[in-house]
Every structure is written in structure tokens, then in C-alpha cells.
């Protein structure tokens, strides 16, 4: 019998029955009192999510990508100069765009599942002043959740800006918009908000807004100043025929993310993070990446010798409809990645973890069954205690 | 009691029910054969949709102004020439595109609701040979269908590209992709096809492709060649989080539109548009524009001594929760239009003549109540016959 296939992967993330039923309702006519208050009610939510009173909250039609490059279009000219620090496949993202657009970039290169070393990037900043630095919150490919506010202190201190990607972390993990100094953050429909891909968001700052004064990179679609104008109309809109329908999904899934409130779904983030850790420790696996008392989006695995990543995420999907991450880039094969973020609950990880086991074992590797689902009952047993 | 709003403007057109499910459905996972034998439907189907054997067909998240920018970033380098006959609001937007990106505009400027005259354009490209040009096939702010077939002709014979805006006219008046010698053609979901707005899509020859090799423009989210590598694979995949339930939301709204065939869809529109416009006739209202018969999509209509153009729309939706679309730029006031494409019936039309008799008659206007619906009765009688 087909079933939907069991998404626990970097996203878009399970997407709950509320949401479907708003995405699939009547559309609101994007011009009009019906859907502004669907906007406004969305753009208030996230600027609550974004922690900022400060900054103005924009909605964009288009993939995550779409809003970091409006960041490259909307704050700089050919030539500006920014710093890139990179340990992922994200962190990259940004070097080519920014290149892309004709700024020169600099970098320290870590290792793919390193932190990156706030001190180090000071000194860099200090031996050589850049205009911006951009920054990935939560480096996907690696499951590491950079240090973003040690960072952009020293990009201020620096007289730098400071943008940053939360396209896979807002929602998921702490961040402070206005409390960390940030001048710009990109964020997405689909990740830890459980709604349908289609709706990107980009949070912008006074400084930012200065700067869009001067930055002689062309744009249109994505021109910001365009958006905060039918913003700012009395039934707020988009400049351009929106995707209403991931709008309206997106406006369920913000009501689902707050009713508990945005502290009880760090902390279910915090808590699935570590069941899924635990559990796949006592399969014998070993974890990837630095830091992971903190990434509660993404956990990298590394592949048993028994298996190949590739192989073990194709055969648990094909054999039970579970959706994993391969490794990307030097990563490839070497690493799987679980995503446990988002409409994620403990039975969904449970399942998860029984259907990983049930597929190491297919492939050879030594597994004591049920020993990662009890693993995992017992962090989720002690988080209810 | 709240009910949907009833849409009779100018896109997003009304969504069949079968779309909202596919939409409200489970999502496919982006990478795989699920979302793969989607995207590859789709695809088939907008080929024949734009009857051509020998384009790639691109589909973007974004609404249509990001596949019009696509054309521009693709194609061209700052100080290419273009040429963009000026007779509304969307060729309009071409150049303001253009000129955001450094090219260089040639226009011939017409009164709004005229069509363009395929002669003065020859005469105009032999002048001043340009690199492309830029067309509009449904000037939605006028109503007016363009002679794109005669205004491709001269191009070619000019030396240009020829680069047309079709999306609130792809699949409502006929096209010709390999036909007429166009090189690129840009569409939207949310228009004649009746899916949610967010996917849009990009017809490129090889022409065009070849202009891609030398042309400098900065491109990344919308960079075609991505795209066409992505689309490539064995499984069909966006290179970035596309709007995977829109996309659903297609490829149900293509099957609908594709069941009676193309050429009885093309029929269709063409009897609704004319049951418009007897009707609006019979009202005593005057129609606005050029080539009234080729119209299919959208009518113009003169409001009349007793009441604004904008009242008659506020009133109507306000009244009984009917959507027009006001006039704009120097329409604004003088003229409302109404859409009559996409997933429309008779009887849709019936009930928004019947809607806009009651309102002009509160409004002061002499109704003969019935006529309009009588006359577009008789339109619709005919076509039976």
C-alpha cells in the first residue's frame, strides 16, 4: 500500500495535517483585507521568532537561496569586500554567491564538522577589515550549529556587518536577532516551522537598510524596498502575486510552532536532538561534527564499516519510507544525516530509529535490536520526569 | 456567512478543487522518483502547452516578475540593447528590468489599450538593430493580446531574440514556441492553468542558450544552467527547495486542463471572453482596448457616468464577495477589468454578470436587470449549438 514516505531529513520537514488543510483551503485574493491579515499575522509571528522589535520582517516567494542572494543583491556593490568563514557546504553557498555578484571574498577554511573560532576570524577581520560578515547558523551538511553570537561580536567590533543564513535553525535553535547585533537574517518556510517550502523571510535591520542606499547590485524580484512598501500598505501585500497558498500553510503552522510558546519548542528541539544521539550511539555508531550538545536540527552519522551512507539511506527509504540525509561533499558516503527538527515528535524519532536498526542489520552490520528505540526512551522518559 | 471569495480578476484565476487536494496532499520529498515523475510530468505537458519539441522548460519558484528577471540576468550584459514596445503596465515592467540591469531600452511608446503595430517595430529594428526583443503577450493591465507571431517575425528578420512575457496568456490564447521563431518564453502556474501561484516556468531555445554562454549579468538563484542540470538527472530535481506542494497543485491543474485537449481549452476561453463582453455590452458599458475578439483572458471595461471604476470593484467584492481588478496607471478610475480565464464556467460568468448588474444599479447606473445575463446566455446558447 502507498504511503507518504516518513521525512527525517534536512528538510522540508513533516508537515502537519493543519497545515494541509490550510495550504489546500480557498486562497485569499493576494490584493485585500483577507490575505493582509493573513501576512500581517505571519510577519508579526516571526518577528517574535526572530527576537527583534527592530528590524522589519519581509516575505519572499522562493527557496532559501533565493533570500540569501537577495541579501548579496539589496547590501553591496562589485567590489565590496566580505568575509566568509567555511566549514560546509552552506558556508560555501555564500562564498559563490557573493562571488557571483562580483565581491571579493575572504576565508579561513575549517574542516567540514568544525566550529568556527570566533577568535579567529577577529583576528582575521583585525589584520584586514571587510564590509560584511556572512554566516550560516545551522551548517546543514555537518549538523554543527556555529557560534553565531561570539561571532558577530567580533564582526562588529570590527565595524563589519553582520548576515546571517537561519534558513535550517530559526525555530529550531536559540537566536536573537536584536540581542546579538545581527543586521540581516534569512530564513525559510519549510524547516523547523513545518510548513510547505515556497515562502522565504528576510529580517532587516537599520544598518542593513543604510546600506541598501548605496549597494549598486542590480535587483528587482527580490529588491527590498519594493517589499517593505506594499508592506506597509493598510491591508499589507506583496509586491508581486505571492504563493498564497504556502502563505496560508504557513500562517497554521506559525499558530502550531507558539502554542506552546517559543521556549517549549527549543526545548522539544533539544530534547529529540539527544534521543536521536543516544539512540544511534547504541547502535555503535559514531557521531560527526563538534558541538553537539548544541545542534538540535541535523545529527551526522558516520556510516558503520558494514555500510556505505549512500546505501543505508537508500535502502531504509526503499524498504520502509524513510527519508534520510546523505553525506554532501567530502562527506559523501562517508556520513548519513537524521533531521529531527521541525512537526517532529518522540514516536516519529522511535520509528525512525526501529526502521535504522532494522536496515543496519539487512546490511550487516552487529545491531542488538531495540536498543536505540530504548536508548531514546530513556531520554525522553527523563525529559518528562 | 464566510465563503471564498469569488475571482474574477486577473490571476490568481480560480483553483479547482482537485488542485486544492493535490496541493493539501502529503508532500513528495524533493529528491527522489516521487517528486521526480511530478516534475517530469509537469514538464512534458508545459512542452506541449507551449508546442515546442526543441526548448528545455524550466520551472522556478517564484512568481512570474522572477522568471521575467531570469530572462534578463540569463541573456543579456550591461549595454546590450532592447527593444520594448510600450503599451501598458507589463511591458512596462520589462524595462524597468532591463534598465535595473544595465541594458539599454529602445521603445516605441503607444497609448495604453492599443496594439502594437509589427510594422513601426520593423521599421524601428532597421533603424537600430538591437540584441532582442522584449514583448508582452497578454497586456493584462489593457486587456489587449499583442500580434506576438508578426512581432516575432520582424524580430528574427531584425537579427534579434525574441523574449515573451506569456504568463497570464500561456494556455488561454493559442502560442506558438517552435512556430513563431521565439527564443524565450516565460509562464506562471497561477493564470490560465488555475494552480497557486509560487512556480513559474521558463521555455529557453537554443538561441537563447547560447546567449547564456557570454552573457555577464550576475545570476544565481534563477541561473538557468543550474536549473537544466538538475532537471537532467534521472530523477527530475530542482536545484533548490522548489514549492513542492504548488508543484502538486500543477501537475493536477495540467491533467484538468489537458483532459479535453488544448484546442477545446483554447475554445472555451474564447466563448467566455465573448459572453463577457456581450454582456457587459448589454449593460450600456463600453469595452476598452484593441482586438477584442483575440482577448481571451481579461476585459476592459469603461465604467460609466454614474460611479468610479474602483467604487464598482469595492462595492461588488464588498457586496457580494467578487473580485475584479480595478484599472491601472493612467486606467486607474476610468476602467475595471474582468478575468474570465482558467478554471471559469459559464455559470461563473453568469453569477458576476448577474453580481455586477445588482451593484451598478445601487451604484445609480440605468440597469435593465437580466440583460447582461441574458446576453451571455445567448453567447454560451450559440456555442452549444
Known amino acids: 500500500m502507498d504511503r507518504p514516505e516518513i521525512i527525517l531529513a534536512h528538510g522540508p520537514t513533516p508537515i502537519p495535517p493543519e497545515v494541509l ?37 519581509l516575505l519572499m516567494t522562493s527557496s532559501g537561496t533565493g533570500a540569501l542572494e537577495s541579501a548579496i543583491q539589496n547590501c553591496f556593490s562589485p567590489g565590496d569586500e566580505v568575509f566568509v568563514p567555511l566549514a560546509g557546504f552552506f558556508a560555501d553557498r555564500w562564498r559563490r554567491l557573493a562571488q557571483a555578484y562580483g565581491l571579493t571574498v575572504r576565508s579561513i577554511e575549517y574542516e567540514w564538522g568544525r566550529r568556527i573560532d570566533p577568535d579567529e576570524v577577529a583576528r582575521a577581520l583585525r589584520e584586514h577589515p571587510v564590509n560584511a560578515v556572512l554566516l550560516t547558523q545551522s551548517e546543514t551538511s555537518t549538523g554543527v550549529i556555529q557560534p553565531i553570537e561570539s561571532l558577530a561580536r567580533v564582526a562588529k567590533d570590527a565595524g563589519a556587518m553582520v548576515v546571517v543564513d537561519v534558513v535550517s535553525s530559526l525555530g529550531a535553535v536559540p537566536f536573537e536577532f536584536d540581542g546579538w547585533g545581527i543586521d540581516v537574517a534569512l530564513g525559510g518556510s519549510q524547516k523547523a516551522l513545518s510548513a510547505s ?52 500553510g504557513l500562517q497554521a503552522a506559525l499558530r502550531l510552532y507558539f ?7 527549543l526545548t522539544r528541539h533539544r530534547m529529540l536532538s539527544r534521543g536521536v544521539k543516544e539512540g544511534v550511539r547504541a547502535l555503535g555508531l559514531d557521531l560527526f561534527g563538534e558541538g553537539l550538545d548544541d545542534n538540535w536540527t541535523v545529527t551526522a552519522i558516520r556510516a558503520p564499516e558494514a555500510a556505505d551512507a549512500d546505501t543505508i539511506c537508500a535502502r531504509i527509504r526503499r524498504d520502509y519510507g524513510v527519508v534520510l540525509a546523505p553525506g554532501q561533499g567530502p562527506l559523501k558516503g562517508a556520513v548519513f544525516r537524521i533531521g529531527h527538527f521541525g512537526y517532529v515528535s518522540e514516536l516519529d524519532i522511535l520509528r525512525g530509529l526501529a526502521a535504522l536498526e532494522m536496515t543496519l542489520e539487512k546490511l550487516g552490520h552487529p545491531v542488538k535490536r531495540g536498543a536505540s528505540v530504548a536508548a531514546a526512551e530513556g531520554v525522553f522518559l527523563e525529559a518528562e520526569m
Do not use: C
Open 21 to 57: 488543510l490550510a495550504q489546500g483551503s480557498p486562497l485569499a485574493y493576494h490584493r485585500g483585507p483577507g490575505f493582509g491579515s493573513i501576512m500581517g499575522d505571519v510577519t508579526d509571528r516571526l518577528k517574535q521568532l526572530y527576537r527583534t522589535d527592530s528590524a522589519d520582517v
Open 197 to 248: 517550502p515556497g515562502i522565504a523571510f528576510a529580517a532587516v535591520g537599520a544598518r542593513a537598510w543604510e546600506a541598501t542606499t548605496t549597494a549598486s547590485n542590480p535587483r528587482f524580484y527580490f529588491d527590498w524596498a519594493t517589499y517593505r512598501k506594499y508592506a506597509s500598505l493598510p491591508d499589507p501585500e506583496n509586491p508581486w502575486t505571492p504563493a498564497i497558498s504556502v502563505m496560508q
Open 259 to 265: 502554542q506552546d510558546g517559543v521556549e517549549a519548542a
